[in-house]
């Protein structure tokens, strides 16, 4: 039960979180129900008018029971917003059950010692039975609603739901969701409608057992629960408890009803500001105080700007900082922690939740963690160390970093889909990835080998992707390589000593690319190079490939020849070629086995090397190849 009793320690810290009345935690034995119609009344209970509400004000707080809040069949009223079909007793269908028992429910509110002024005038306009008639008259029917996308859709006219504005003299606050005193007045009642009590095992205290747990978790339309226990004819009972068939809930689930609210109603609230999604698949990070923590499913770039830190972006020049970017993005990464730190003591409980359903009307907890937030913090700062790159996921987003796991997973499994050909992912395969990724993050753990060497082979097939794509993948690529190999101690620039044969046959494929490259631009021709044509089969037999890359280069070196500054510029590059060549240590060279992950990042840095960023003060090419085909 620690998860019940952190999301109940979140909502009595976190009650009277500022924001709108929807956006803020709901109070208990209450939800929030998508109403389409605003019934306005006076405080005589005589009608004045009616309208239709749009999408975005549809959205209202009502009382509900603990039998209408979690109703599918049967009649279970709200006590005050309800359906057309509860509380018209004129509407041509109506369900004579249904408006009694709503009736009934309104009767003894309004007669108790917890009532309002409201709903005494509720009830007399509903007992004057011209709901019905009064909205058509005001032809309200037929009612449609429409969703985000815009599509519309016509509501049966039982389906109707109806909210409730009461005005009057002297008092400003008309609609009946926006009444503090109407809602505390309903808490009230109920509370003191129901003396059931047991055991609850979140607070070891007597209290008035819930045995009927929220939904609507994850969404409006989400049925699936986290408790339920009413198996009552079944075989799950049957030899385990003791009490009588009408106590079970008693030893299969004692929670506290308010308890059980809260805790949900904090959980919803939760999910519904700051959990990642992926279809049924929900994670929330939070503290228990309400202290802002870092998203661990976002990428560096998103954890420094939402720290509030300068961004973690290049300079204008669309290029990477200059000098070592490694060390000036740890700066940046260590302000941001501090940032949040200072706002969250050492001590402060941060919990991971992970949430899924394998079936419509049952929830599991797939993750749970709970940590000191000195902890979290310290392994959210060493993933993002740890897996940083030079990442390039668009001409808007340069940044150094670690990228997120939503990227990871896209760079290990996407492909063309749809007749669109953009490249995606299947959701169950996208949900299974960020699960194995999840723990690397909060527990420290390495990414799995698969993962990464999966990354890299894609990488290597250029073929078929657009330029940002690749370039995408790239430093994706790189970043999980540097981080699963540590010990390795990869640096984010160009490492002449090392030595190593994978990392020398990128620097070489890098070097080949350049030259090609320089002499199209110079050429103005707009085509790929040999070097990108060819970099999946380089990866698997590296040494045959280069002798076939080589060769293609000799009719571009023969063109640069002809010109003052080509020829130069292949002095260098053939000085610089030669320089590698030289590193390989005895026969690595000859070695045509598959290369690992580890040429990306020689291909890269040496890239990088050939392309040093422009200063803002610069005017004119940096180098002598400033020029680049990017067109892939």
């Known amino acids: 039960m620690s998860w019940i009793q952190k999301l109940y320690e979140t909502y009595e810290q976190c009650e009277n979180t500022m924001g709108a009345p929807i956006e803020k935690l709901w109070p208990i034995s209450h939800l929030v129900k998508r109403a389409h119609v605003e019934v306005i009344i006076d405080d005589q209970g005589h009608f004045r008018r009616a309208r239709l509400l749009g999408r975005t004000e549809a959205p209202t707080l009502i009382p509900v029971t603990e039998s209408s809040a979690g109703r599918t069949a049967g009649a279970a009223p709200h006590p005050l917003c309800e359906e057309i079909s509860y509380c018209a007793s004129d509407y041509p269908e109506i369900n004579t059950e249904r408006f009694n028992e709503y009736e009934q429910q309104l009767v003894q509110w309004s007669e108790s010692e917890n009532t309002h002024q409201k709903v005494s005038a509720i009830l007399a306009y509903v007992r004057s039975n011209r709901l019905w008639s009064d909205l058509t008259s005001e032809q309200i029917f037929p009612v449609t609603t429409e969703d985000a996308k815009g599509k519309k859709t016509k509501v049966s006219d039982s389906k109707v739901f109806v909210r409730w504005r009461v005005e009057s003299a002297g008092n400003p606050v008309s609609g009946t969701w926006e009444d503090g005193d109407l809602i505390r007045a309903w808490i009230a009642f109920d509370r003191s409608q129901n003396s059931k009590t047991g055991f609850c ?127 000036a993005f740890a700066i940046r990464l260590r302000k941001a922690i501090a940032g949040y730190g200072a706002k969250l003591s050492p001590t402060e409980d941060i919990v991971i939740m992970g949430l899924d359903s394998a079936t419509p009307g049952r929830m599991a907890i797939t993750f749970y963690r709970e940590l000191k937030g000195s902890d979290f913090l310290n392994r959210v700062q060493r993933w993002h160390e740890q897996y940083a790159w030079q990442q390039n996921f668009g001409n808007d987003s340069k940044f150094v970093g670690a990228p997120a796991p939503r990227d990871i997973a896209e760079a290990a499994f996407a492909t063309r889909m749809g007749d669109s050909g953009e490249l995606r992912i299947d959701e169950k395969l996208l949900k299974t990835t960020i699960e194995r990724i999840l723990p690397c993050i909060v527990d420290g753990r390495d990414l799995p080998r698969d993962l990464v060497d999966s990354v890299s082979r894609k990488t290597c097939n250029r073929i078929g992707l657009k330029y940002w794509e690749w370039e995408k993948r790239l430093g994706i690529a790189c970043a999980l390589f540097r981080g699963y190999y540590t010990e390795r101690e990869y640096q984010m620039t160009l490492e002449i000593d090392r030595t190593s044969r994978d990392y020398l046959y990128g620097r070489l494929l890098a070097i080949a690319e350049n030259i090609e490259n320089f002499a199209l631009t110079k050429a103005e021709k707009n085509r790929e190079t040999t070097a990108a044509r060819l970099m999946q089969r380089f990866s698997d037999r590296p040494y045959s490939t280069w002798r076939n890359i080589e060769l293609a280069l000799t009719p571009y070196k023969s063109r640069l020849r002809s010109s003052e500054m080509g020829a130069g510029f292949l002095v260098k590059r053939g000085k610089l070629l030669d320089e590698v060549l030289c590193a390989f240590q005895h026969d690595d060279f000859i070695n045509d086995r598959t290369l690992s992950g580890e040429f990306l990042l020689g291909y890269h840095c040496q890239r990088q090397a050939l392309h040093p960023p422009k200063s803002d003060k610069t005017e004119g090419p940096a180098s002598d190849d400033n020029s680049t085909n990017t067109d892939n």
């Not at 560096?300 to 290029?319: D, H, K, M």
Request: glycine fraction near 12%.
């Open 201 to 327: 095992m979140v607070t070891g205290e007597p209290a008035r057992i819930c045995q009927n747990h929220s939904r609507f978790l994850r969404g409006s339309d989400d049925g699936a629960k986290l408790i339920s226990a009413n198996d009552f004819s079944g075989y799950t009972f049957k030899g385990r408890f003791t009490d009588t068939k009408n106590d079970y809930e008693k030893q299969t689930c004692s929670v506290g009803y308010e308890v059980s609210l809260k805790a949900h109603n904090a959980l919803r609230w939760l999910i519904g500001r700051q959990a990642y999604r992926s279809g049924d698949f929900v994670v929330v990070t939070w503290s228990v105080s309400g202290k802002p923590v870092p998203d661990p499913f976002k990428d560096s770039r998103s954890l420094i700007l939402g720290s509030g830190e300068p961004s973690a972006e290049t300079s204008q020049t669309g290029q990477f900082d200059v000098g070592d970017a490694g060390q």
